[in-house]
């Protein structure tokens, strides 16, 4: 951040008195620009024994596979941005939304919370942000082309829950991937 969003002077980073971090501060207009974690909201969206991927059309991850999600907005609940973000990247409507699976992702200060969902009729079509959407079998999953580690996961645990029918709340914390040590 380098300029204040309330009156357009320039900021300073240091700690305000009684704090414990550094924050954005103005010292024109007085405000502390605070800082905090985004909330992703997203669904798995399922059909019979399919679920509903969606080819991203934006980076990151263009042309990567990924389960309908976004940035939460503003006035709404966490499930009606996961039911928004669906519509919005495949025009797709789903029902009966459970919370799923959730994960903490401090080095880049997002918190995901995926939902199991249902599709209500079987229909969807290509949001703008998406090149392709698609339903898949389990054998059919394209393992290689997740755009991230938490699609994977939640992939792997759904189909591992499925066998069992049971479908508890998964709790991760998600680390930096480890760079490659070159031999
Ligand atoms: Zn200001």
Excluded at 33 to 45: E, M
Excluded at 73 to 102: F, H, P
Aim: aromatic residues 10%; glycine residues 6%; contains cysteine.
């Amino acid at each position: 951040m380098k300029f204040c969003s309330n009156c357009g002077s320039e900021v300073t980073q240091r700690i305000p008195e009684g704090d414990t971090r550094p924050r954005y501060i103005c010292d024109a207009c007085h405000t502390t620009h605070y800082q905090n974690p985004n909330i992703i909201a997203g669904c798995l969206p399922i059909w019979g024994d399919e679920v509903l991927l969606c080819r991203r059309a934006i980076e990151p991850r263009h042309g990567y596979w990924t389960v309908p999600a976004g940035f939460m907005e503003n006035g709404e609940t966490v499930a009606e941005g996961a039911a928004r973000e669906t519509w919005e990247e495949a025009e797709a409507n789903v029902r009966d939304l459970t919370l799923y699976a959730m994960f903490n992702i401090p080095y880049i200060n997002q918190v995901y919370m995926l939902h199991r969902a249902h599709l209500v009729d079987g229909k969807f079509g290509i949001g703008v942000e998406s090149l392709e959407c698609r339903l898949f079998k389990e054998e059919d999953i394209p393992w290689d082309e997740l755009a991230f580690p938490s699609v994977k996961r939640t992939l792997k645990y759904y189909f591992e829950d499925r066998k069992r029918g049971e479908y508890p709340l998964h709790i991760d914390d998600l680390r930096p991937p480890q760079k490659r040590i070159q031999p």
